[in-house]
């Protein structure tokens, strides 16, 4: 045992170990020191003489790769908040919430103080892009041609001049339709409206002939601008038949015959050719129609500030990481009747960008992006089928598995926060997918229905670019959610914008209590609607007397803050049981089945079960079913996948369908079963089905 004591003057003596070896441990710790100091610079220089050239190369190729990947490593897009906490409770509002980029609980109005109205976004437009190009169009196979800041702005004025000395008024009260596709004169005729403070009333391009009458005669309109004669001679069957009496000018985009003059003037209808049309700050009024789910459209009057305050905080999301610019392109094929694509619209035009419209034929949009290479790309939610015409082209076994690995390889970086389009796998794998958008989109925005998280996530790795998903809808100015920069996860519509708070309301029907965190979503704010025109029933319904829009859609809070849209109020129904029904979130969760393209769910008051009707995604199940005699087998293998999805979803017994009907023919607008933002139209499928449906119903065991 060694033992230690304290001497008179402090120092320590060791008993039982001789002084010697002490010394000699001292010495041999010095000479260790010694061994491992730091080389002179002299020493080193000697040494490095003596290595071989090969070696000195190798070291300075290590330091060179060392000092490129450090610099040119990819790096996380920085979030312009905590992405744990993406939003806050408002004290005192009920369990509201608001975007944290505020920094205080009032809303976003504008971005830009110089900037209230539309059309002085435009002419902010003007003077940022330096007069550069604005409006793009093109003709089969041939490069774009622009118009310029300056031209469209000169072209609107005559615009609007020429309706003033038509005498038409510079007032809110003054409603002028567009009936026509996207092309550059519905920009220059919206603008030439907002300069002469007239409201902007879009027919929706395939609308038929009913709804375009109820419009027509519901706004009085007695001007509407047309794209193409047919649709001159369409408005033209209405004032015929004393249905639109109104009606009492047509100006047509295209050239005419003589004989649609001739039958013009037989109506007593003024048919004008744009081009002919001669050579103020605007009031607060635009409008849109909002499609509805069934009956007829309702107009909904959007104000220039409910417009402003939406693209104001688009904005101030994106202000570090997307900053738009004279430098942007967006392409123009989404309906300029959504509010979705005006309000995108606006945006570029309020920065100088560039808008390329396609050439109005949805075949040719491939060839569009690439001779126009935008930067900005606003698509619908269907983006399943663009997903699968990706694997579909990998058609081998090394391809998918390639396509696969490449693909998480990808999702890897995007839990990282990283987003780009240079990686091996960019160069390898996706470069062919991102050249046939044209090569250069940066920033891509989804929207109007809910997206499958395993196609978003995908669609983010594989295009590389910043990839947005919005929710809202025509009464909140398009939107009223977005996901926030930097997190590319998915199953949620991001975060409240800066324009508005939303809170979740009860729906004890159904279940949802907004103190567990679910309820129905209602939107306040500065971007929220003024009401339904001459309809203040419909008003009523959905604006409460607080100035709370009640949207319809039921909402739950997820733990950082977001919201995630998980079942729709307005189409619920009861069953003979007593049990409630949400159609639109089964429908959701069966049309994960690989087979299904679309699914509708209906159920009535006095069954107990409902049924589904379901279309083929391809067309190796329609021959499957069609002309291999096989149908009931089919009819059972999809029935047992979307049982297995609902109860794997958590889906309850007796939300559980017990039949199906397949259907080869998909909805769609032209057949009248969707709207034109792509909803289903339940009463129309009811009615189409019901065939299938008592017969469903007659043979279903329960």
Known sequence: ??????????????????????????????????????????????????????????????????????????????????????????????????????????????????????YEGFQRGIQV???????????????YEWLSYKQVAEMSECVGSALIQKGFKAAPDQFIGIFAQNRPEWVIIE????????????????????AITYIVNKAELSLVFVDKPEKANLLLD??????????????LMDSYGIDLLDRGKRCGVEIISMKAMEVSHPSHFSDGCSSGHSGN????????????????????????TVNPSPDDTLISFLPLAHMFERVVECVMLCHGAKIGFFQGDIRLLMDDLKALQPTVFPVVPRLGEFQ??????????????????????????????????????????????QSSLGGKVRLMVTGAAPVSATVLTFLRAALGCQFYEGYGQT????????????????????????????KLVDVEEMNYLASKGEGEVCVKGPNVFKGYLKDPAKTAEVLDKDGWLHTGDIGKWLPNGTLKIIDRKKHIFKLAQGEYIAPEKIENIYLRSEPVAQVFVHGESLQVRAFWAVSPVTQVWECAVLWLGIEHDVKKAILEDMVRLGKDSGLKPFEQVKGISLHPELFSIDNGLLTPTMKAKRPELRNYFRSQIDELYSTIKV
């Open 1 to 118: 045992v060694c033992v230690c004591v304290a001497g008179v003057g402090g120092s320590l003596f060791r008993f039982g170990e001789p002084l010697g070896n002490h010394q000699r441990g001292t010495m041999q710790a010095h000479e260790l020191f010694r061994y491992f100091r730091m080389p002179e610079l002299a020493d080193f220089r000697q040494y490095v003489r003596t290595l071989p050239t090969n070696t000195l190369m190798g070291f300075g190729a290590f330091a060179a790769l060392t000092t490129f990947w450090y610099a040119t490593r990819p790096k996380a897009l920085k979030p312009p908040c905590d992405l744990s906490m993406q939003s806050v409770e408002v004290a005192g509002s009920d369990g509201a919430r608001r975007s944290p980029l505020l920094d205080s609980d009032e809303p976003l109005v504008c971005f830009y103080d110089d900037v209230t109205t539309l």
């Open 297 to 320: 459209p309702k107009g909904a009057l959007i104000t220039h500030r409910n417009i402003v305050s939406d693209c104001s905080a688009f904005v101030k999301i994106t202000e570090s």
């Open 238 to 251: 209405g004032v015929e038949n004393k249905l639109t009496p109104g009606l009492k000018i047509i100006v």
């Open 388 to 433: 699968g015409a990706i694997f579909g082209q990998a058609n081998t076994t090394l391809k998918r598995w390639l396509l696969d690995f490449a693909s998480k390889r990808k999702e890897a970086e995007l839990r990282s926060g990283i987003i780009r389009n240079n990686s091996l796998w960019d160069r390898l794998i996706f470069h062919k997918i």
């Open 191 to 210: 603008q030439g409206c907002f300069a002469y403070s007239m409201v902007v009333i879009p027919l929706y391009d395939t609308l038929g002939t009913e």
């Open 129 to 143: 892009s330096n007069n550069g190009p604005c409006l793009g169009s093109r003709k089969p196979d041939q490069p």
């Open 475 to 502: 009464e909140c100015t398009a939107g009223c959610c977005v996901t926030m920069p930097g997190d590319w996860t998915a199953g949620h519509v991001g975060a409240p914008m800066p324009c508005n708070l939303i």
